[in-house]
């Protein structure tokens, strides 16, 4: 049952739009930068996020797209050996020496973040990585912070955050369930 609509279709672009610009700051630019989305919704907070870099600074930085499947520690090894759906990975320049942002819809207990920094060390040796979410709901397992939050939800571990985008649910929309 949902709870509260917390961020609306306007408020998510304001928190987007928020977020480029404090890549741009803290990266003095782009120059080295690559966004990379984790599978699924995270490539288009990924993507809109280049959008905005671009309205700001006039500047395309590159986007990838992380498919962190045969990474995740929820999936046993008998479960891995058994064909797991792999959508593959697309990251369309080499990562070494670069900064590479991660972004994803939802921050919460860290262990999505932890695989996709392994599938990343897999890929290439980025300089640094930074991660960028839109939605930061606390109950961390594992030493992982965002760099950059649209908004931090504190929530009870019995509610979800459950985030709709245009480009794949037809209407943006960021509401806590019960």
């Known amino acids: 049952m949902e709870k509260a609509v917390v ?26 930068c690559v966004l990379i989305g984790i599978k699924t919704r995270g490539i288009y907070v ?35 050996s058994h064909d797991p759906e792999v959508r593959g990975s697309d990251i369309p320049i080499d990562i070494n020496g670069k900064t590479v942002i991660l972004a994803d819809d939802v921050l ?22 930074q991660m960028a979410a839109l939605v930061d709901r606390g ?9 950059y939050i649209g908004k931090n939800i504190p929530t009870a571990k019995s509610e979800r955050i459950v985030v709709t985008l245009e480009e794949v649910d037809e209407f943006d929309r960021i509401s806590i369930y019960e």
């Open 7 to 32: 961020l609306d279709q306007q408020a998510i672009h304001r928190a987007l739009t928020r977020i480029a610009h404090e890549i741009i700051e803290r990266n003095k630019g782009i120059g080295n």
């Open 46 to 80: 990924a993507k809109r996020l280049a959008e905005r870099i671009f309205q700001i600074e006039g500047l395309h930085i590159p986007v990838g797209e992380l498919d962190i499947t045969l990474y995740r520690d929820d999936l046993t090894h008998e479960m891995k």
């Open 108 to 129: 919460y207990t860290g262990r999505t973040v932890r695989a996709a920094m392994d599938a990343l060390m897999d890929i290439g040796r980025p300089s640094h990585i």
């Open 139 to 147: 109950h961390r397992e594992l030493p992982i912070r965002a760099d």
